[in-house]
Structure formats: structure tokens, C-alpha cells
């Protein structure tokens, strides 16, 4: 059996960029005798005289056959020695309808290839290229001092990764997207997305690209949980990392409007069913009320919030309960929100800046209330 198996070439080296033997002096002269010997037999079909019309014509097409056949004969002897079938194949395939056209072509195509491969780069390499490894280089700076809040305590992160898509060479918007590609965010699709509209053409290709492998590997993700939930449909914490999983691509931006509600409505179905098998589990509570309200559930998401208001030490909670009680109307609940929980939202405690004003305003109005009812109450 090993001694009749075809000497084809190793499918893992090709995929590693390497080409079978070429042979193209073979394929010229097979090429130049197929198109000489097929405008032979194609010159016996139009003969001077009418009257051998008859006889002319099936010996033109019977050595028409009889040529494709053995090009097909010889192409079949180049797949066992290991040599390349793209030119020989096209001979073949042209040679059938067009006859010595198609030969012709197969020269022109073979003159052209072996001036072209010259400066071309290969696919693997190309591909290789869109997303190299690794180093530490300015956008991996960028990026390092982007996701640890530094981004202003260097000058290589003087411009947000949308900043450099905007006014940077395509060296650099091809080293973001490779960076961006690698360490997906929803933060950096807009970044994504101006490399889609980009006036180059590669930066296009390569953000294209980029967008493709962004989504397949969501999706892998997807069903690799998915297959876990199935596997353990008691199993809280199964369904929680598939919620958190469609949560994160519902909102990576890259959706269209139809698609990010489906994938939204599958989350908040995954919370709400993992959350009925653990409802201790805060971080599922967590999670779900931050989803509902951002899905304009608001009335759902302080119910499912409210028994952690007390407990937890988490400052977030809080806030999404904040949020939720703002939308609703509770003004009265949010103002004892901050005498509740003194310790995360009191006025000692450490809040961003963009929320301790707006807290301690609520607190001043407390102590404003209290100030005029002990007024009232001494008159």
C-alpha cells in the first residue's frame, strides 16, 4: 500500500508557506506542443474545399479529446511528483473550451507569474504580517499605559489609538489595529471602525480582517460556553459566564442594531436564570441589575439591586442603584441613599471625581432639610 501512495507534498509545509516545485521549463514546453498540436488538429477542421467537411471535422474534435486527455495524464504525473498544479491546472481547464487560446493564455499567465513573484509577498507571509508578534513597540506602549490609566504620563501616549486611525502613517494605524486585534476592548471600536473607512487600502484590509477575527473569537467563545451551560443546566455559575460572555459582545460595538438586541435579550435570560439558582451571588446580581438599566429596565434593576444596598462593599452597586432610583423618580430614596451607606458615599469617602459632587450635592440638600425643620421646630 506505501509503495502505490501518490508522492504528494507534506500538507503542513505548505501551509507554512512553503510551494511545491515549480517545473515551469516542463510546463512551457508541454504548453507550447499542447497549443501547436491543438492548432494543428483545429486547422484540419476548416479545410480549403467543402467537400471534406464531413471527414475534417470529427478527426479535429477526436484529436481535440485525445489532446486534453493526455495534458489531464500529464497534470495527474505532476501531482505525484509534487509539483505545481495552479498553471497546469489552468492549461487544462482553458485548454478544453478555448482550444490554442487557451494555451496562449497559459503562456501569458506564466510570464506574467515569474515577473510578478519577484516582488510579491506571499500569502502566509502576508497574512502573517497583519498581525505580528508581540513588542514592546509605541502602540504597545499606548496601550499599556491606556488600560492602567497612565495615558498622559508618556509622550508616545500623547494620542488615543482613534487619534493615531485619524492623523497617523499606515505603519502606525496597521500597528494599533494589530494591537487592538490582540487586545479587544470595546473601547477601541471606534478605533476599529476608522480603519474601515480609511482611505488606504491596506489599513482597510487589515482592520477588515481584524473585525473578522474580533467576531470569531466571540463567537468560539460563545459556543464553547454555550456547551458548558448545556452540560450543566443546574449550574449557576455555567450560565453566569455565558451571560457575562453575550453581555461583553452585545456591547462590543462591532453589532449591528438587530443583532446587539438579540444577543442582549440572551444575556439578561442567562442572569435572571443563573441568578434564580444562586440568589446569594451578588456578582450575578450585580451584573444583571447593571444590565437592566442600561437596557432601560430601570423599575427591575433597583428591585434587584435594593438587598445588596446594605451589605455590600462594593462602591459600584451603589452607583447602578443611584442610576436607578435618578430614572424612576425616587428622589427621596436617593437622598437617603448617602445616610444608608455613609462609609462609600459619605462625605469621607473616596469617590471619583465626577460623582463626589454630585453625591455631596444630595447630602446638602439632606442637611439643608434637617437645618429647616430644626428652624421651624424652634420658632
Given amino acids: 500500500m506505501s509503495g502505490s501512495t501518490p508522492n504528494l507534498p507534506d500538507a503542513d509545509s505548505l501551509l507554512a508557506g512553503d510551494r511545491p516545485a515549480a517545473g515551469t521549463a516542463e ?3 508541454v504548453t507550447l506542443a499542447a497549443g501547436l498540436l491543438d492548432g494543428g ?3 484540419l477542421g476548416l ?3 467543402p467537400f471534406a467537411v464531413s471527414f475534417a471535422v470529427p478527426l479535429a474534435a477526436a484529436l481535440h479529446l485525445l489532446l486534453c486527455t493526455l495534458v489531464g495524464l500529464w497534470l ?3 501531482a505525484r511528483r509534487g509539483r505545481d498544479l495552479r498553471l497546469a491546472g489552468l492549461l487544462l481547464v482553458t485548454l478544453v473550451p478555448l482550444g490554442p487560446l487557451g494555451a496562449a493564455c497559459t503562456l501569458v499567465t506564466t510570464a506574467l507569474l515569474a515577473l510578478f513573484s519577484r516582488y510579491a509577498t506571499g500569502f ?4 502573517l504580517s497583519l498581525f505580528p508578534e508581540s513588542e514592546t513597540g509605541p502602540a504597545q506602549e499606548l496601550y499599556e499605559l491606556i488600560v492602567t490609566g497612565r495615558e498622559n504620563a508618556h509622550l508616545v501616549a500623547g494620542e488615543s489609538f482613534t487619534d493615531v486611525m485619524s492623523v497617523g502613517s499606515p505603519q502606525q494605524k496597521q500597528a494599533v489595529i494589530a494591537l487592538v486585534a490582540r487586545h479587544f476592548r470595546p473601547a477601541f471600536t471606534p478605533a476599529l471602525k476608522a480603519g474601515l473607512a480609511d482611505t488606504d487600502p491596506s489599513v482597510r484590509v487589515q482592520a477588515a480582517t481584524a473585525t473578522a477575527r474580533v467576531e470569531h473569537e466571540f463567537n468560539e467563545r460563545w459556543l464553547t460556553l454555550d456547551r458548558a451551560a448545556r452540560a450543566h443546566p443546574d449550574h449557576a ?5 455565558l451571560a457575562r460572555h453575550l ?7 462591532l453589532l449591528d442594531s438587530n443583532r446587539e438586541a438579540e444577543i442582549r435579550d440572551k444575556a439578561l435570560d442567562g442572569y435572571r436564570r443563573s441568578l434564580d439558582l444562586a440568589p446569594e451571588d451578588d456578582g450575578i446580581r450585580h451584573d444583571l441589575g447593571r444590565l437592566l438599566l442600561r437596557c432601560g429596565l430601570a423599575g427591575e434593576a433597583a428591585d434587584r439591586l435594593a438587598p445588596m444596598i446594605d451589605r455590600t462593599p462594593d462602591r459600584r452597586i451603589l452607583f447602578w442603584y443611584a442610576e436607578s432610583l435618578f430614572r424612576l423618580g425616587r428622589f427621596a430614596d436617593l437622598r437617603a441613599l448617602p445616610l444608608r451607606r455613609p462609609d462609600l458615599l459619605g462625605g469621607e469617602a473616596d469617590l471619583p471625581d465626577t460623582l463626589r459632587d454630585v453625591f455631596a450635592l444630595w447630602r446638602d440638600d439632606i442637611a439643608a432639610d434637617a437645618d429647616h425643620a430644626r428652624t421651624e421646630l424652634a420658632a
Fill in 124 to 127: 502566509q507571509d502576508w497574512y
Fill in 237 to 241: 455559575d455555567s450560565l453566569a459566564a
Fill in 27 to 29: 510546463l512551457v514546453v
Fill in 47 to 49: 479545410p480549403a474545399t
Fill in 41 to 43: 488538429a483545429l486547422a
Fill in 247 to 253: 453581555d461583553d459582545y452585545a456591547f462590543c460595538g
Fill in 76 to 78: 495527474r504525473s505532476r
